[in-house]
């Protein structure tokens, strides 16, 4: 069963604290991305990765990392120094196909600070 | 269309009737054009493109209409089905640069009545 894999889904931090958020994916899609969802609102990109080893800030970085040690994966922390953390987390991969970069999303992770 | 602060717009419509729901986008050099649903705490799913070197495009129940004149995107949804309540996005794409990156609308939430 292929697709976009994330978790946990609920994730709850406390104050001070890094998380880690996982994300994986069995497509074989080269790039991976890092979204940000709050209500009423967009997707906001944090992070995205073209290549393994190789990853990009995207408009909202500050107070989150990732690394792209393997293809299939691309975890994202949450750091101490993101200071309003609570939203939805999303995922996701993509092919070049024709010149179009379709995105396709995982699941989501919920996160809440405690 | 697209919202202006926290507010998401909104379209009611009864089962069996036909949606649209529109998109103004922002950046003329923009040339490849996804609509996303998302149903309530999901990741958003697929549901069709367009480049821009098309004005239309159909696929099951769906149609998508690019006005490139007026950088006007919108989604057509017929007969519209309980199940199709969800938030839907449009998202943006130049092709040739950030290999990949999407910008996102706000979305708009359609609500469909049995």
């Known amino acids: 069963d292929g697709g976009i894999t994330q978790s946990p889904k609920y994730l709850f931090r406390k104050e001070g604290q890094n998380v880690t958020l996982s994300c994986e994916q069995n497509?074989?899609?080269?790039?991976m991305y890092w979204y940000r969802q709050d209500p009423g609102q967009g997707l906001r990109l944090i992070y995205y990765?073209?290549?393994?080893?190789?990853?990009q800030k995207g408009d909202i970085a500050e107070g989150y990392s990732v690394s792209r040690e393997k293809k299939e994966s691309f975890p994202l922390t949450v750091t101490s120094a993101q200071k309003n953390p609570t939203a939805f987390y999303l995922c996701a991969s993509s092919i070049r196909d024709r010149k179009k970069e379709t995105q396709y999303f995982g699941p989501g992770t919920r996160l809440l600070v405690l | 269309g697209e919202s202006v602060g926290l507010h998401l717009p909104t379209l009611s419509v009864q089962e069996g009737d036909n949606s649209i729901i529109n998109c103004a986008y922002s950046n003329s050099a923009s040339d490849y054009f996804i609509w996303y649903k998302q149903e309530s705490g999901k990741g958003p799913q697929f549901i069709i493109d367009i480049r821009s070197n098309m004005d239309k495009r159909q696929g099951q129940r769906v149609t998508v209409l690019l006005n490139k004149t007026v950088k006007h995107l919108s989604l057509q949804i017929a007969a519209t089905q309980p199940g199709d309540s969800a938030v839907y996005f449009c998202a943006e794409n130049i092709d040739g640069t950030s290999y990949g990156k999407l910008t996102f609308g706000q979305g708009t939430i359609l609500t469909v009545h049995p």
């Open positions: 497509l074989n899609h080269d790039a």
């Open positions: 990765s073209q290549i393994v080893n190789d990853f």
